[in-house]
């Protein structure tokens, strides 16, 4: 049986911001729209009774809730005491941990007391320098939302702040970046490439260079924020350089929707009680996350029959033939599956950051092995690998050819005939 | 592009990082500990 360990609860469909690049809103589908404003304590009940028996009979002991939205503070604490109490009661045989993804604007030391005494986690998503957030992250009178929630990244600092999630934006110069989240005091963060794929690229890309093939945007960033990062004693922790190092060194316990081989046994679960694949997925087309599962009729492992989960959950052995040719593979795994998709071949395409990705991970195993003793490097037989190597080797007749009932499903989500 | 994939390349680099005083390997033993 498929194992989903993580639960992401959309326990409000509407938001304070309207951010740019928002998947939810703001990237092509509206279907929030026919969703109740907020979940209900009987949509949580009904959702513990179905983890009950679904953790049971697929022999899952710990299960991640992540509180999220829309805007998760615009419910109530009581609502959140009420779930946690929920939970605990109908699962006794389930130890959960709990995460907040918040936009931070209403987070304040209420908040963070109430959180930390309910050993809830909690992350803020911050979009860098007040030039470059209030761009993107605006209230709904188009008010910058910057000033709010560095004020809750600061004050979190001595308040049980987890971490920080940053859309990945190149218009930021990556000292500027990496000066800002040094003021801030943030001490964890991670770095998400911006939604989009090939029929709507995000706009970090030159359309005129994209054939280039030496044209990385978003690597030649990434990049120069490491040898700032790397040089710093007391450097942050950034989990995209940690988990791609990690990787790299032979860590087969990393890995999630966007790094790694592993499957992806996360879950949507919709303000109205829908059980669905995560909505980032919104992003390729209308209503692609949709489907008549809810935890009010049916169960978790219904979702199982939905061909958009069963690909999200094996995105990462599902992937082009290019990808199972590529000698980044084992590091990447294909990518984030929504990055892939095209309206032309639907699934069947390497990611948009495919170069990005090949030119990151060939510098830092480079830098590794730079690092590591000659005789050491001798020893482990592994050889430094260019980005140029890795483009080369893309160009060979593939070795591995893909299985005909793969390619057919990952086609089969194309938009155009 | 994978450094480590079998136990006795592991093993190697562990030894390696355990051993060395460089300070450019620091990120990478706090990673790879």
Same mark, same amino acid.
């Given at each position: 049986m498929k194992k989903i360990s993580s639960f992401v609860l959309k326990i409000a469909s509407r938001c304070n911001l309207n951010c740019s690049y928002c998947y939810m809103y703001n990237l092509g589908d509206k279907t929030y729209m026919n969703q109740p404003k907020f979940m209900s304590i009987d949509t949580i009940s009904a959702l513990a009774e179905r983890l009950r028996s679904y953790c049971s009979a697929a022999d899952i002991r710990f299960v991640q809730i992540v509180f999220h939205g @829309?805007?998760?503070?615009?419910?109530s604490k009581e609502f959140f005491r009420e779930s946690i109490e929920i939970f605990t009661s109908t699962c006794p045989d389930i130890e959960f941990s709990y995460t907040i993804q918040t936009n931070g604007v209403q987070l304040d030391s209420d908040w963070y007391h109430f959180f930390n005494e309910y050993q809830v986690k909690i992350g803020i998503s911050f979009d860098g320098p007040r030039e470059q957030h209030d761009r993107y992250r605006v209230f709904h009178n188009g008010k910058g939302s910057y000033e709010d929630v560095a004020k809750a990244v600061r004050l979190g600092k001595d308040n049980g702040l987890t971490g920080i999630l940053m859309v990945l934006n190149v218009d930021i110069p990556p000292a500027a970046f990496y000066q800002e989240i040094k003021q801030l005091g943030v001490r964890n963060l991670n770095l998400l490439f911006p939604d989009g794929h090939h029929s709507k690229l995000p706009g970090g890309f030159d359309i005129e260079r994209?054939?280039?093939?030496?044209?990385t945007p978003y690597a030649d960033w990434l990049i120069a924020l490491f040898v700032l990062w790397k040089q710093d004693k007391s450097r942050p922790t950034i989990r995209l350089f940690e988990n791609l190092i990690a990787l790299l060194m032979g860590n087969e316990h990393i890995g999630n929707q966007a790094i @790694?081989? $592993? *499957? /992806?046994g996360v879950a949507v679960i919709e303000t109205n009680g829908g059980i669905e694949v995560v909505d980032s997925l919104r992003a390729c087309y209308e @209503? +692609? *996350?949709? /489907? /008549?599962?809810n935890v009010h009729t049916g $169960? +978790?492992?219904?979702?199982?029959?939905?061909d958009v989960f069963e690909l999200f959950y094996n995105s990462h052995e599902m992937v082009c033939e290019q990808c199972l040719n590529c000698p980044v593979y084992d590091i990447c795994g294909g990518g984030f599956l929504g990055n892939r998709f095209s309206e032309a071949n639907g699934f069947d395409n390497p990611t948009i950051y495919c170069k990005d990705i090949i030119r990151l991970v060939s510098f830092l195993q480079n830098d590794i092995l730079e690092s590591l003793p000659a005789a050491t490097v001798e020893q482990i037989g592994v050889e430094k690998m260019s980005y140029e190597e890795v483009m080369e080797e893309l160009k060979r007749p593939a070795n591995t050819r893909i299985d005909k009932s793969v390619k057919q499903k990952l086609i089969s989500f194309k938009q155009v005939s | 592009t994978k450094i480590a994939s079998q136990p006795e390349q592991k093993s190697i680099i562990d030894e390696a990082l355990k051993s060395s005083q460089n300070e450019q390997l620091d990120l990478y033993k706090a990673i790879f500990g």
């Open positions: @829309g805007e998760p503070l615009l419910l994209l054939s280039e093939e030496g044209y @790694g081989r $592993k *499957t /992806n @209503g +692609i *996350t949709r /489907n /008549n599962f $169960k +978790i492992e219904d979702l199982f029959g939905d | -």
